[in-house]
């Protein structure tokens, strides 16, 4: 909401403080101001010049050399406007000033003429949109008198962000009421120049025809057939207006806080918007067909041409405002073309209505339509300033159209407004807020808001005035009221005592610590990208997307950290190593949410560890991803799912290479991750990329509790190694062989170790020599050699029957 | 045989060992010293063993225990030598220049706004909270009308929501965690659901249309404005430091009453050890739960009341590093991400 400093005042008995203490207050108040302007200082150096001669360009059609008196000596301007004329007043750059973009003005030729200054129109000023033309100033004016001066523009222009509550305070006079310590008691309504005040607050007793349903004068009716979507709809004939543009003072007002002026009619209009925070139409009663307003729902599929010169489609859950024929404004949000207040215009009807919030919101995203009047009509307007504003702008339009009020006010009222009374009990009001409140203390701090107070013992009752009504029902919004005009700040923070929670941890929270410690262990850095895809990277799909790229959800991590890989070599980062830990998401079925699944998944790519002097280090490979899958699956599981060789038969392999790949298994058998070596052409990579490795798990839905340790007492007996060189057939994966000799080992084989891998020349083909340390030890004794020697007998004879695993060095 | 005399033939051959280990040129040579002295059948140190049937009995454990230390001694040995040998540059083994760099391994680190996150969570955990989560595909009950934003309210349209094929919505805040919460646990509750929160906005400096959010609830009998101020004051300094001031400023949130933002003014130290305060910052929307709120759970709101909060660690972190654009957060460029690597 644009407020004006000086419009802000106008409608104060009090003197308001500087913009800055105002904004201070606001805020105060839950209101902050986002941004203070000094209108003037945007326009500093812009003075009134009035033009004294209009010669033709000697080597420019387009161009005119023009005469200027600004204050001093006439200067010489070319100018290219169309509309610029011999005695007209235009603002005027002079040399040395700055338009409110920052384009600073100098002295130029223009196709060979000298020019000193410039004339303006209404955008370069930052003033309006209309750039075809000069801005022609009117009034009584005098030449090098600054700009700002002779527009009223010599104000402060305050942005108050309004909460969606409080549509009370989308006005001048809802601003002052927050603004004032007597708040309501202090408004007052600025003097209207020319006007004879008889219409304003005393107009709510100017005669008037009431009915629920149809009121009709002189020929005109209106007839309200929704009445559970217009509680009520007024309205005043106006004869014998004139159109034309508004005087200077209505122009500032308007322009002061952004607006644009149109005509005398329309800116009265918005005028009482700005400043009551009613929203008024004006019909030109000349083309409404049959001279009758009805208020419907729309037919499906009838038509309107609004007044931002589109052409709409209304449904039949719209609300329309129609002639005998047809909708001639689409309620509260935008009136029709047809309809509109033109210079022919001579008879006006004037409208202010109260619309329902929830259908004004609902026509206006149906249409994609948001207006001043839409955005107040759906938060709610006071249903008990009705009478006052739509005479207020009846006197605006008297004093600047001239002409007069036909027949008594219409006012059709299918629903009454009630005020209604809230109790509000002191006991609660303690219990809400921590300290207790007085009845009186409680009354003198709503009553300057509108509210009155009927005190009684524990109990108080509160009638809300209509400007409150939506936002107060209930004694919880009271008790806010209080809490604020009380002030935030005069609260205490003691820390009481405080009972700590009865719900438990989460245990996906551990799970995914867990995982984070473990791989920022690894040396790999935690990535977050956002859970968008594109098509055919996801299957849940988004309604209203920022973009096509992001138009999906993720159903998979790994292309995404893929992409801030890619993104990483492009930088020229050679080691890069990301993890994510995030959600994907699969179609649910009819009706129900999607599936959500935390995941885990990485890309690694460089070397194992970082340069030095001493050696080289060597890409990260397989071995590094097996190690990092393994211990993930660790974690994850508590040692219940397993990590196997290989994909699965049937599943995608989701970009990894078949050769060197792994799967990690659960305990029912179901797949919940992969890992291994992304495939080339997957990525978009500099040729100097090494190997890029991949991982991607899925977090257990109900994770394990952590396994506790169980203590297993230190060996007191030596242990006995023993080596053997094992010549493995290519069909014998070495994790069947470990397994073997694990199993045939006998309870003292502790630990089984692989150290060394060799093929060669020598060996038969495909055959591996895997040499392997076993370590036996014994609880309570020191083993003897021929224990030992028992234990190898049995597993090289395993071995070498049930695997067909040969001996190195058997002769030995 | 005297007793004594394996034990220091033990001895002579470690030596020995040692020796020819450390006079191996090459992984071949090395590897012959290692047949020769630890070979199982042939080996030197195996054939001492063998002759320890000739021992009385009470000897024999004394000296095998022996026997394997001097084999375990000359076995790293072998791999340190085997270590050395495989280096290519000379001049690996002799460190008459200690200045050189040393040898470092890759570290890895959380993301800064984790940090953030763990960082908030461990002051609200000594204050009684844990932790809570719920799904970021929601229903529009959950993520509005259950919090007291009917649909035809514009409340519901301040956060600009991504909505889903089929009615459902991505969560525009947390809060519905509250409400999920509310209605699975036993009171009280004091819990904290960190998560991911969707919004329809473009990417700029100050926008991401994901990002962290953390919501906080508490509820039980006896919770007053008074408590909410306290908490989140206590929280404030504990995070910002004891200097920090706070300031609670009246605001709308549909599923509280009252309704606050919280902002706080932070004290540092200049350049030259001057103190100085920060402006005031926003930091995060908090209130009084709505009793509506409470009713939509099933729960009584005359006997119960509560406070809920909300704030973003992306722009908590933003505002603790210094980082100018919340897109470096997504960007995930290593040389950022190293930044905040805690050592």
Same mark, same amino acid.
């Given at each position: 909401?644009n407020? @004006?400093?000086?419009?802000?005042?106008?409608c104060?008995?009090?003197?308001?403080g500087?913009?800055?203490?105002?904004?201070?207050?606001?805020?105060?108040?839950?209101?902050?101001?986002e941004?203070i302007?000094?209108?003037?200082?945007?326009?500093g150096?812009i003075?009134?010049?009035?033009?004294?001669?209009?010669?033709?360009?000697?080597?420019?059609?387009r161009?005119?050399?023009?005469?200027?008196?600004?204050?001093g000596?006439?200067v010489?301007?070319?100018?290219?406007?169309p509309?610029v004329?011999?005695?007209?007043?235009?603002?005027?750059?002079?040399?040395?000033?700055? /338009?409110p973009?920052?384009?600073?003005?100098?002295?130029?030729?223009?196709?060979?003429?000298?020019?000193?200054? +410039?004339?303006?129109?209404?955008?370069?000023?930052?003033?309006?949109?209309? #750039?075809?033309?000069?801005?022609?100033?009117?009034?009584?004016?005098? #030449?090098?008198?600054p700009?700002?001066?002779?527009?009223?523009?010599?104000?402060?222009?305050?942005?108050?962000?309004?909460?969606a509550?409080?549509?009370?305070?989308?006005?001048?006079r809802?601003?002052?009421?927050?603004?004032?310590?007597?708040?309501?008691?202090?408004?007052?309504?600025?003097?209207?120049?020319?006007?004879?005040?008889?219409?304003?607050q005393?107009?709510?007793?100017?005669?008037?025809?009431?009915?629920?349903h149809?009121?009709?004068?002189?020929?005109?009716?209106?007839?309200?057939?929704?009445?559970?979507?217009?509680?009520?709809?007024?309205g005043?004939?106006?004869?014998?207006?004139?159109?034309?543009?508004?005087?200077?003072?209505?122009?500032?007002?308007?322009?002061?806080?952004?607006?644009r002026p149109?005509?005398?009619?329309?800116?009265?209009?918005?005028?009482v918007?700005?400043?009551?925070?009613?929203?008024?139409?004006a019909?030109?009663?000349?083309?409404?067909?049959?001279?009758?307003i009805?208020?419907?729902?729309?037919?499906?599929?009838?038509?309107?041409?609004?007044?931002?010169?589109?052409?709409?489609?209304?449904?039949?859950?719209?609300?329309?405002?129609?002639?005998?024929?047809?909708?001639?404004?689409?309620a509260?949000?935008m009136g029709?073309a047809?309809?509109?207040?033109?210079?022919?215009?001579?008879?006006?009807?004037?409208?202010?209505?109260?619309?329902?919030?929830?259908?004004?919101?609902?026509?206006?995203?149906?249409?994609?339509?948001?207006?001043?009047? @839409?955005?107040?009509?759906?938060?709610?307007?006071?249903?008990?300033?009705?009478?006052?504003?739509?005479?207020?702008?009846?006197?605006?339009?008297?004093?600047?159209?001239?002409?007069?009020?036909?027949?008594?006010?219409?006012?059709?009222c299918?629903?009454?407004f009630?005020?209604?009374?809230?109790?509000?009990?002191?006991?609660?009001?303690?219990?809400?807020l921590g300290?207790?409140f007085?009845?009186?203390?409680?009354?003198?701090?709503? !009553?300057?808001?509108?509210?009155?107070?009927?005190q009684?013992?524990d109990?108080?009752?509160?009638?809300?005035?209509?400007f409150r009504?939506?936002?107060?029902?209930?004694?919880?919004?009271?008790?806010?009221?209080i809490?604020?005009?009380?002030?935030?700040d005069?609260?205490? !923070?003691?820390?009481?005592?405080?009972r700590?929670?009865?719900s438990?941890?989460?245990?996906l929270?551990?799970?995914?610590?867990?995982?984070?410690?473990?791989?920022?262990?690894?040396?790999?850095?935690?990535?977050?990208t956002?859970?968008?895809a594109?098509e055919?990277?996801?299957?849940?799909?988004?309604?209203?997307?920022?973009?096509?790229?992001?138009?999906?959800?993720?159903?998979?991590?790994?292309?995404?950290?893929?992409?801030?890989? !890619?993104?990483?070599?492009?930088?020229?980062n050679?080691?890069?190593?990301?993890?994510?830990i995030?959600?994907?998401?699969?179609?649910?079925?009819?009706?129900?949410?999607?599936?959500e699944?935390t995941?885990?998944?990485?890309?690694?790519?460089?070397?194992?560890?970082?340069?030095?002097?001493?050696?080289?280090s060597?890409?990260?490979?397989?071995?590094?991803?097996?190690?990092?899958?393994n211990?993930?699956?660790?974690?994850?599981?508590?040692?219940?799912?397993?990590?196997?060789?290989?994909l699965?038969?049937?599943?995608?392999?989701?970009? /990894?290479?078949?050769?060197?790949?792994f799967?990690?298994?659960?305990?029912?058998?179901?797949?919940?991750?992969?890992?291994?070596?992304?495939e080339?052409?997957?990525?978009?990579?500099?040729?100097?990329?090494?190997?890029?490795?991949?991982?991607?798990?899925?977090?257990?839905?109900?994770?394990?509790?952590?396994?506790?340790p169980?203590?297993?007492?230190?060996?007191?007996?030596?242990?006995?190694?023993?080596?053997?060189?094992?010549?493995?057939?290519?069909?014998?994966?070495?994790?069947?062989?470990?397994? /073997?000799?694990?199993?045939?080992?006998?309870?003292?084989l502790?630990?089984?170790?692989?150290?060394?891998?060799?093929?060669?020349?020598?060996l038969?083909?495909?055959?591996?020599?895997?040499?392997?340390?076993l370590?036996?030890?014994?609880?309570?004794?020191?083993?003897?050699?021929?224990?030992?020697?028992?234990a190898?007998?049995e597993?090289?004879?395993?071995?070498?029957?049930?695997?067909?695993?040969?001996f190195?060095g058997?002769?030995? | 045989?005297?007793?004594?005399?394996?034990?220091?033939?033990?001895?002579?051959?470690?030596?020995?060992?040692?020796?020819?280990v450390?006079?191996?040129?090459?992984?071949?040579a090395?590897?012959?010293v290692?047949?020769?002295f630890?070979?199982?059948?042939?080996?030197?140190?195996?054939?001492?063993?063998?002759?320890?049937?000739?021992?009385?009995?009470?000897?024999r454990?004394?000296?095998?225990?022996?026997?394997?230390?001097?084999?375990?001694?000359?076995?790293?040995?072998?791999?340190a030598?085997?270590?050395v040998?495989g280096?290519?540059?000379?001049?690996?083994?002799?460190?008459?220049?200690?200045?050189l760099?040393?040898?470092?391994?890759?570290v890895?680190?959380r993301?800064?706004?984790?940090?953030?996150?763990?960082?908030?969570?461990?002051?609200?955990?000594?204050?009684?909270?844990?932790?809570?989560?719920?799904?970021?595909?929601?229903?529009?009950?959950y993520?509005?009308?259950?919090?007291?934003?009917?649909?035809?309210?514009?409340?519901?349209?301040?956060?600009?929501?991504?909505?889903?094929?089929?009615?459902?919505l991505?969560?525009s805040?947390?809060?519905?965690v509250?409400?999920?919460?509310?209605?699975?646990?036993?009171?009280?509750i004091r819990?904290?659901?960190?998560?991911?929160?969707?919004r329809?906005?473009?990417?700029?400096?100050?926008?991401?249309?994901?990002f962290?959010?953390?919501?906080g609830?508490?509820?039980?009998?006896g919770?007053?404005?008074?408590?909410?101020?306290?908490?989140?004051?206590?929280?404030?300094?504990?995070f910002?430091?004891?200097?920090?001031?706070?300031?609670?400023?009246?605001?709308?949130?549909?599923?509280?009453?009252?309704?606050?933002?919280?902002?706080?003014?932070?004290?540092?130290?200049?350049e030259?050890?001057?103190?100085?305060?920060?402006?005031?910052?926003e930091? +995060?929307?908090?209130?009084?739960?709505?009793?509506?709120?409470?009713?939509?759970?099933?729960?009584?709101?005359?006997?119960?009341?509560?406070?809920?909060?909300?704030?973003?660690?992306?722009?908590i972190? /933003?505002?603790?590093?210094?980082?100018?654009?919340?897109?470096?957060?997504?960007?995930?460029?290593?040389?950022?991400?190293?930044?905040?690597?805690?050592?």
């Amino acid at each position: 909401m644009n407020v @004006s400093h000086r419009w802000l005042q106008a409608c104060c008995a009090e003197t308001i403080g500087s913009p800055h203490e105002i904004a201070e207050h606001l805020a105060a108040r839950g209101f902050p101001v986002e941004e203070i302007q000094d209108l003037s200082l945007r326009l500093g150096g812009i003075v009134v010049a009035q033009v004294q001669e209009v010669r033709a360009h000697p080597d420019a059609d387009r161009l005119r050399v023009c005469s200027v008196e600004a204050g001093g000596s006439p200067v010489q301007v070319v100018c290219g406007a169309p509309n610029v004329e011999p005695s007209g007043w235009y603002p005027f750059a002079p040399v040395g000033s700055s /338009l409110p973009g920052g384009t600073e003005i100098r002295k130029v030729k223009l196709r060979g003429q000298t020019s000193e200054g +410039m004339l303006c129109s209404e955008r370069e000023l930052g003033l309006g949109n209309d #750039a075809g033309g000069l801005m022609v100033l009117s009034g009584p004016l005098k #030449a090098g008198e600054p700009l700002a001066e002779a527009l009223g523009l010599d104000d402060v222009r305050l942005s108050v962000e309004v909460t969606a509550n409080r549509p009370d305070l989308l006005s001048h006079r809802g601003i002052a009421r927050e603004l004032t310590p007597k708040g309501h008691a202090s408004l007052t309504l600025p003097e209207i120049p020319g006007g004879n005040g008889r219409f304003d607050q005393t107009f709510s007793e100017h005669p008037a025809q009431v009915d629920e349903h149809e009121v009709s004068v002189d020929g005109v009716s209106i007839r309200v057939d929704a009445g559970d979507l217009c509680s009520r709809y007024l309205g005043l004939r106006l004869t014998g207006v004139r159109i034309q543009p508004s005087p200077q003072w209505l122009q500032s007002r308007l322009r002061a806080i952004g607006g644009r002026p149109i005509n005398n009619v329309v800116d009265a209009t918005n005028y009482v918007l700005y400043e009551c925070g009613q929203p008024l139409h004006a019909f030109d009663l000349a083309s409404i067909r049959g001279r009758s307003i009805v208020v419907r729902r729309a037919v499906a599929g009838e038509p309107i041409h609004t007044l931002d010169r589109e052409d709409r489609v209304l449904s039949d859950r719209m609300l329309a405002i129609c002639d005998s024929e047809r909708p001639v404004a689409v309620a509260g949000v935008m009136g029709g073309a047809e309809s509109e207040v033109s210079e022919s215009t001579e008879e006006v009807l004037l409208e202010c209505a109260l619309f329902e919030p929830g259908s004004i919101r609902s026509t206006r995203r149906a249409l994609g339509l948001s207006t001043d009047a @839409s955005y107040r009509f759906e938060r709610g307007v006071d249903p008990e300033s009705m009478r006052a504003a739509i005479g207020r702008a009846a006197e605006l339009i008297l004093a600047t159209a001239g002409g007069r009020i036909e027949g008594p006010l219409m006012d059709v009222c299918p629903r009454p407004f009630a005020r209604a009374q809230v109790p509000l009990r002191l006991g609660r009001v303690e219990r809400l807020l921590g300290i207790p409140f007085e009845a009186r203390e409680v009354a003198a701090l709503l !009553e300057p808001l509108g509210f009155l107070v009927d005190q009684g013992e524990d109990m108080l009752t509160v009638e809300v005035p209509g400007f409150r009504s939506y936002d107060v029902t209930r004694e919880v919004d009271l008790v806010e009221e209080i809490a604020r005009t009380y002030g935030y700040d005069a609260f205490p !923070e003691t820390l009481g005592t405080f009972r700590p929670s009865a719900s438990p941890d989460h245990p996906l929270f551990r799970l995914e610590d867990a995982v984070r410690d473990e791989l920022v262990a690894s040396g790999i850095l935690e990535a977050q990208t956002p859970a968008f895809a594109s098509e055919g990277e996801g299957e849940v799909e988004i309604l209203n997307p920022v973009s096509t790229e992001e138009a999906f959800l993720r159903s998979r991590l790994l292309p995404g950290l893929q992409g801030r890989l !890619e993104y990483n070599l492009r930088r020229g980062n050679r080691d890069v190593r990301l993890f994510e830990i995030g959600t994907v998401f699969r179609l649910g079925g009819r009706g129900e949410l999607p599936q959500e699944e935390t995941r885990v998944a990485a890309v690694l790519h460089g070397h194992a560890a970082p340069a030095h002097w001493t050696r080289l280090s060597p890409p990260l490979d397989v071995w590094d991803i097996k190690g990092i899958l393994n211990r993930l699956v660790g974690i994850l599981s508590g040692g219940r799912w397993t990590l196997a060789p290989g994909l699965a038969e049937g599943l995608p392999s989701d970009g /990894l290479d078949r050769g060197s790949v792994f799967r990690v298994i659960d305990e029912e058998g179901a797949v919940r991750g992969v890992g291994g070596r992304l495939e080339e052409g997957e990525l978009d990579l500099p040729p100097w990329a090494l190997e890029v490795w991949a991982l991607e798990i899925a977090l257990p839905g109900e994770p394990h509790l952590p396994t506790v340790p169980n203590f297993q007492p230190l060996p007191v007996h030596q242990g006995v190694d023993r080596d053997l060189a094992l010549l493995v057939p290519g069909d014998a994966p070495v994790e069947s062989v470990l397994a /073997l000799i694990r199993e045939r080992g006998g309870g003292e084989l502790r630990d089984l170790e692989v150290f060394d891998v060799y093929r060669g020349p020598e060996l038969p083909q495909g055959v591996r020599s895997v040499a392997v340390r076993l370590r036996f030890r014994a609880l309570d004794r020191t083993l003897r050699d021929q224990e030992v020697e028992d234990a190898v007998r049995e597993v090289t004879r395993a071995l070498e029957e049930e695997l067909s695993v040969g001996f190195r060095g058997k002769h030995e | 045989m005297e007793s004594g005399a394996p034990i220091e033939d033990l001895d002579a051959l470690e030596r020995e060992g040692l020796a020819a280990v450390g006079s191996a040129g090459t992984i071949e040579a090395l590897e012959q010293v290692r047949v020769e002295f630890l070979g199982r059948k042939e080996g030197r140190v195996s054939g001492l063993l063998r002759g320890m049937g000739a021992l009385a009995p009470e000897e024999r454990p004394k000296v095998g225990a022996a026997a394997n230390r001097v084999k375990e001694r000359l076995l790293s040995a072998i791999e340190a030598r085997e270590a050395v040998l495989g280096q290519t540059d000379e001049t690996v083994a002799e460190p008459e220049d200690l200045t050189l760099p040393q040898r470092n391994r890759w570290v890895g680190g959380r993301h800064p706004v984790t940090q953030v996150v763990d960082d908030l969570i461990a002051i609200f955990r000594t204050l009684g909270f844990t932790l809570a989560r719920g799904p970021e595909a929601e229903t529009e009950w959950y993520n509005f009308e259950a919090l007291n934003t009917p649909l035809d309210h514009p409340a519901a349209d301040e956060q600009d929501t991504l909505y889903l094929k089929g009615g459902n919505l991505l969560r525009s805040h947390t809060s519905p965690v509250q409400v999920r919460t509310l209605e699975r646990e036993e009171l009280p509750i004091r819990i904290l659901a960190p998560g991911t929160v969707y919004r329809r906005d473009s990417y700029d400096a100050t926008h991401t249309p994901a990002f962290m959010q953390l919501e906080g609830l508490a509820v039980d009998e006896g919770i007053s404005f008074v408590d909410l101020k306290a908490t989140l004051a206590e929280f404030a300094r504990r995070f910002w430091g004891s200097g920090t001031r706070v300031r609670f400023r009246p605001s709308f949130f549909p599923f509280t009453e009252p309704s606050a933002e919280v902002d706080v003014k932070r004290v540092y130290r200049t350049e030259d050890g001057e103190e100085a305060e920060t402006d005031w910052i926003e930091i +995060m929307g908090a209130g009084m739960v709505d009793p509506a709120v409470l009713d939509a759970c099933g729960i009584d709101s005359e006997r119960y009341t509560g406070f809920a909060f909300g704030m973003g660690p992306g722009r908590i972190a /933003l505002l603790r590093y210094g980082i100018p654009d919340l897109r470096l957060f997504f960007e995930n460029d290593v040389r950022f991400l190293e930044q905040f690597v805690r050592s």
